[in-house]
């Protein structure tokens, strides 16, 4: 059997219920569909999906990926970016956020 470093990308599946999207096959009839731990982005432009503790540990043994974190409330959900430093899903608004942004955005000062 051989095996692909990237993860097969499926069907676009509902997780505002933050449930795996583990899905052998790509039907329904074998979504597992229990409450996920983990968001896992697949590629750098951000597909993603959520997983179940023994499903990332699948994720993990067959494939690459970009990043991963526990899920968050904010994980899935729409409007929200992915916090690669601080491992985790935030919404554009979150003071964290805007801090970092606002950080990037000021002057930087040469020194002699």
């Known amino acids: 059997m051989t095996t692909e470093p990237f993860a097969p990308l499926g069907r676009e599946m509902d997780t505002s219920r933050q449930t795996c999207t583990y899905s052998p096959g790509d ?3 074998s979504d597992c ?3 996920a731990t983990w968001h896992i982005a697949w590629d ?3 597909e ?3 997983a179940c503790d023994p499903h990332m540990a699948v994720a993990r043994a067959r494939f690459m990926f970009v990043d991963t974190h526990r899920v968050g409330p ?3 959900m729409p409007g929200t970016a992915w916090d690669f430093d601080n491992k ?3 919404y554009p608004s979150d003071p964290a956020l805007a801090e970092t942004q606002a950080e990037e955005a000021r ?3 040469a020194t002699a």
Do not use: D, M, Y
């Open 88 to 90: 985790r899903c935030i």
């Open 44 to 46: 750098t432009s951000l």
């Open 107 to 109: 002057p930087k000062v």
């Open 27 to 29: 039907q329904s009839a």
């Open 74 to 76: 904010e994980c899935a």
């Open 48 to 50: 993603n999906g959520l």
């Open 33 to 35: 569909g229990v409450k």
